[in-house]
């Protein structure tokens, strides 16, 4: 597809037309990876966060966040218990926690990957590249880091780099592929100042950098950040970036179209149906992301106790896809018409490029 038809489906809003699209998308689905819905057990290690970007509740400027750590003895056992339960890969996710120790989770990955036959997948914000090969070489598999908007300068604005000569996470994703990850990024969809043709763009960018694993979602204002607090909201200071009608909006219908769009321009791709779609959608928000282009479902395997304390935005804490819901999930996606998928689910991307 060319910008200006990734333009014009982005702002299509006619129903009938959308369901050519979302067809378009669940053909090329079927084609390119066919029925099963892999399964990922998803454990949010670690809620520290020494960034302040101004969209997420997790920010280090937060102080009213209780913080934690997962022991390894708790990583292992939620480990444990989504192996058992036939899950093929768990994904450590934690906020850019620099107390976490890269040799102590380099043994956790180890353990993990002697004592269960699952695929590790990190996602633990930027890193050096010393830390991304340690982890590689203890035995991860995948990195998930999203870029989350390609306009470098709203991106800059939105997410304080540490320092100027910092690697920023386009090329974190390039040395990732270098390292032998597999990798995934995304973007979230409608944060302030977010124009339609920016969006365009991004799809653009996934394929550029020949992504493994592409998960999007729709931004949720989360009221303790700059971003969400309407009193405090910085989204007039930029001249160059999005405004008004040329504003992106931040529903779950755009993040259905970025999906179908994604999928017919990355085929090979696996794309999760992503959290904070089904915290705006619920069951429905599972049943349509299923039908326009994603085979990836990330149930929240994270400790209760731990969970609602991972408020990256408010509900995501109370979000109906976790470890206590997997037999509602399954039933879900045989309702779907599809399969469960069994084994690690790797990407068919991966496959091709190696
Ligand atoms: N710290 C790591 C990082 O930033 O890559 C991983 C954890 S971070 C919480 C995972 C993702 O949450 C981010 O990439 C961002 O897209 C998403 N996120 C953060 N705040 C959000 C918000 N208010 N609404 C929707 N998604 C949000
Ligand atoms: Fe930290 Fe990631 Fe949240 Fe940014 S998005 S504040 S890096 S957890």
Redesign the pocket.
Known sequence: MTHDELLYWLKETDKDKLEVLFSKADEVRKKHVGDDVHLRALVEISNH?S?Q?H????RAGNKDVKRYSMSKEEILACANKAASMGYGTIVM????DFGLDVEWLAEVIKEIKQKTPMAVTL????RTKDELVLWKNAGADRY???F?TSNAKLFKKLHPPISENAPDRIQILKTLKQIGYEVGS???TGIPNQSWDSLARDIELFKELNLDMIGS??????PD?P??DDENCHCEEQSDVAISENQVPANVEIAYKLMALTRIMCPDTNIPCTT?VTVLNGELGFRTGLSCGANVLMPDFTPPEYRVL?Q??PGKGQNKTCVENDADVRQLIMDSGRTVGTGQGASPNMGKHK
Not at 55 to 58: E, I, M, R, S, V
Not at 93 to 96: F, P
Not at 123 to 126: C, K, N, Q, Y
Not at 217 to 222: E, S
């Open positions: 966060c960034r970007c969209y997420c509740g997790l996710q934690a906020g850019e996602s633990l914000g930027e998930l880091m999203r989350e995304g973007v979230m979602g729709p931004y949720i204002a989360h950040t971003l969400g904070a991972y990256i935005y």
